[in-house]
């Protein structure tokens, strides 16, 4: 069972389930949709690591799809300023995890592109598919 919502920055749901199990999940909706995982950092461990403090599983991940990212790139290489695409994914509670996907129009901000626009648009579709995907999952 999920719950799904959109805020200004991009698409959340809630999966019910484990945090090891959500990220898990996830990694496998990206990758139907020709998204691979190129960073992936572990905030809770840093957190820890680096002030000592405890901090709830969150981990952000930094997606990519290559076609897309090629042709944005090869629009506007200062796009890459706006590479990768990231995904939260945070554990609200035992058992209920939340999973947020920018939006790549919004990530687009003042930048004037009708050609970027065309390609932050099929990320969006993309990235809409896999919170679909996960809200039916």
């Known amino acids: 069972m999920t719950e799904d919502t959109v805020t200004n920055l991009g698409f959340k749901v809630v999966l019910h389930t484990d945090f090891e199990?959500?990220?898990q999940r996830v990694t496998e909706a990206l990758k139907a949709e020709g998204f691979g995982v190129?960073?992936?950092i572990d905030v809770k461990a840093t957190l820890k690591k680096k002030l000592d403090v405890d901090f709830r599983p969150y981990k952000i991940l930094g997606a990519c799809n290559p076609s897309l990212a090629h042709r944005a790139l090869t629009i506007d290489p200062q796009v890459g300023l706006l590479l990768p695409c990231n995904v939260v994914i945070s554990q609200i509670?035992?058992?209920s995890v939340e999973v947020s996907l920018v939006d790549p129009m919004g990530m687009l901000g003042i930048v004037k592109s009708s050609e970027l626009e065309?390609?932050?648009?099929e990320a969006r579709l993309r990235l809409q598919r896999v919170t679909a995907s996960l809200q039916n999952s």
């Open 21 to 23: 199990s959500a990220i």
């Open 38 to 40: 190129l960073t992936e």
């Open 93 to 95: 509670e035992e058992g």
């Open 118 to 121: 065309v390609v932050a648009e």
